[in-house]
């Protein structure tokens, strides 16, 4: 007993591949035993195989059994050895489930998909985001950057989370940066010097544009003076953190209203919002695109960043023209052509 007893404590240290590869030999041997000992009990080799399976798993049906000594012999073997040999393996699989579990928990382990968006700095807004961005696409995939030790939304399939420094280039290559739709950095809330926050935010931005200036980037800015050092390094888009709240009271405050729009065009959850159109054929100038949008329940509000384009609706349309309206998702789809 002690010696079986020393080999199954062995076994238990093997890796996991060394033990599949000795249960897939194990099981193949003593198929190939059972049938060379009693041809006729089992007719075909595969019935042999069938039976040291069930034998191993203790599910025993008895459609098959042997019936010379060997054979019986072989079955108390199969008894003391096998059944051990696969409930060792059957609980290596689970440990590994169970620690790759952990893994994901910890955020160690690296997100290999494409077209993802990867969230950087864990807050209240990212939590926002995270959630508005899988009111508006249920099947995006988020990837959460942060420097705490456990996974935010552990119980949501649809985001992954890699602890580390975010200004890494190790954590930044395990977020698969690269592969990414674009990466949304907001101003680490655990900072409460505002320059000292957007200097940490200057920093990540510089390696993720430096890795991957493909890969469209939005950052938060806690002070406006800032943002020419992040246009210096190409950032794509900017928000101030605390400058949009301000405007927005004060215009709540001067036109009764007008908050209750711009909020429906914050979120996709409510309302109307605002979407890119393509240029369809036959539009020659804006005021083509603009009466043909309205006629399908949609307005023409800009080009890119210029909302001065209802007062030139006589102008040629550009070849680079992006165009956004304001409308709902069902019109949008209908002119996108995505229904």
């Known amino acids: 007993m002690p010696l079986i007893l020393r080999l199954l404590l062995k076994t238990m240290q093997f890796k996991n591949t060394s033990i599949a590869m000795t249960a897939l030999f194990f099981i193949l041997a003593c198929a190939s035993i059972a049938y060379a000992l009693e041809p006729d009990t089992f007719a075909h080799w595969f019935n042999a195989l ?7 798993s203790t599910v025993g049906y ?5 019936k010379t000594y060997l054979g019986k012999a072989l079955t108390i073997f199969l008894y003391i050895f096998g059944v051990g040999l696969l409930s060792l393996l059957i609980g290596k699989v689970i440990d590994s489930v169970a620690s790759i579990h952990r893994q994901r928990e910890a955020g160690q382990l690296s997100y290999q998909g494409k077209g993802h968006i990867i969230i950087i700095n864990w807050s209240k807004k990212a939590h ?3 959630e508005e961005i899988l009111a508006t696409n249920a099947d995006a995939e988020i990837v959460i950057l942060d420097e705490i030790d456990r996974h935010p939304l552990a119980r949501n399939n649809n985001v992954h989370f890699i602890s580390g420094d975010p200004a890494s280039e190790e954590t930044l290559e395990k977020a698969n940066l690269k592969g990414a739709r674009s990466a949304i950095l907001f101003a680490d809330s655990r900072i409460e010097e505002a320059a000292l926050a957007d200097g ?5 931005a510089s390696s993720i544009e430096r890795i991957a200036p493909d890969v469209h980037t939005t950052v938060e800015i806690m002070q406006e003076r800032n943002i020419q050092n992040f246009r210096y390094i190409n950032v794509n888009d900017f928000v101030l953190s605390y400058d949009a709240i301000s405007r927005l009271a004060v215009r709540a405050a001067l036109q009764e209203g007008n908050s209750e729009i711009i909020n429906q065009l914050l979120s996709r959850q409510r309302g109307d919002d605002i979407y890119e159109v393509p240029v369809l054929p036959g539009w020659r100038t804006y005021g083509d695109a603009f009466q043909e949008l309205i006629r399908k329940g949609a307005t023409l509000i800009s080009d890119r960043g210029d909302m001065s384009i209802n007062r030139k609706l006589d102008t040629p349309i550009p070849k680079e023209a992006r165009l956004f309206v304001i409308a709902n998702g069902e019109t949008y789809r209908s002119i996108a052509g995505k229904e």
């Open 50 to 56: 069938y039976w040291v399976l069930t034998t191993m």
């Open 62 to 66: 008895g459609d098959y059994y042997m």
């Open 128 to 130: 926002y985001a995270v």
């Open 200 to 204: 940490k935010s200057l920093l990540i």
